[in-house]
């Protein structure tokens, strides 16, 4: 399958600045990625869906300013905690959807983040 | 709204042992996918499976096999003689079209650990 690359993988900062967390894919070009995030033993909430060169959709209830992403080429979307907080402390993972595929989504390794 | 239900939360089996996970599934859409994944300690999510609504043929591949029934809007997954490298957490999802987009996103539901003892 299509291979997803996330960086990355483990992140700790300190309370009040801001972490990115990039989101590639490797062998194909992803028209649309997804940005997830799952707290301890519960399941993927999606955070936000971002196409290339359009801003990104955020799901009910996640602070656009606070989770900014951006998509700008068919190979990377980045998500950037700004000002992080202990309740930022989560994993977050990427998933892309390419052209051909339009159904099926491939996701990367996943970024835990703690903010200390 | 899309829904998907993993009744099962946590399931304990012994190697060797046959093991289904249930997934229930909710939807409006009459052309969606279903899908399972694994996630095994390390967080990555490993893609098992995608099937289309239109396709209720089973699926086998190596000791994975799916058992898909629309009659009863449910899309089950069986590990024949499992594995101790089978523990992990299993998450059915099923594909929602994101409105005035066209585009899909995926619904998951809540998981089910299966822990594989020796």
């Known amino acids: 399958g299509a291979v997803v690359s996330q960086h990355p993988s483990r992140v700790i900062c300190k309370s009040g600045t801001s972490v990115k967390i990039e989101c590639r894919s490797l062998?194909?070009?992803?028209?649309?990625m997804f940005w997830y995030r799952q707290f301890p033993k519960q399941s993927l909430m999606l955070m936000a869906t971002?196409?290339?060169?359009?801003?990104?959709?955020?799901e009910q209830g996640v602070e656009k300013d606070k989770f900014l992403i951006n998509h700008a080429s068919l190979t990377l979307s980045t998500l950037t905690v700004t000002s992080a907080h202990p309740e930022d402390s989560s994993f977050y993972i990427c998933?892309?959807?390419?052209?051909?595929?339009?159904?099926?989504?491939?996701f990367g390794q996943g970024t835990r983040l703690t903010v200390v | 709204a899309q829904k998907v239900t993993q009744a099962q939360t946590e399931i304990s089996v012994v190697e060797k042992e046959d093991v289904t996970l249930d997934c229930v599934y909710e939807?409006?859409?009459?052309?969606?996918?279903l899908f399972w994944y694994k996630q095994p300690p390390s967080g990555e999510l490993v893609f098992l499976i995608r099937?289309?609504?239109?396709?209720?043929q089973n699926e086998i591949s190596g000791r994975y096999s799916w058992n898909f029934q629309k009659s009863t809007s449910s899309f089950n997954f069986t590990i024949t003689a499992s594995q101790v490298v089978d523990s992990a957490v299993y998450f059915c999802?099923?594909?929602?079209?994101?409105?005035?987009?066209?585009?899909?996103?995926?619904?998951f539901g809540t998981g089910t650990r299966l822990l594989v003892s020796p």
């Open positions: 999802a099923l594909s929602e079209v994101i409105m005035n987009t066209g585009f899909q996103k995926l619904v």
């Open positions: 998933s892309a959807k390419d052209r051909v595929w339009n159904t099926e989504a491939f």
């Open positions: 099937r289309n609504s239109f396709d209720e």
């Open positions: 939807t409006r859409d009459t052309t969606y996918y």
């Open positions: 062998d194909f070009q992803a028209t649309t």
């Open positions: 971002s196409n290339e060169g359009s801003k990104a959709t955020y």
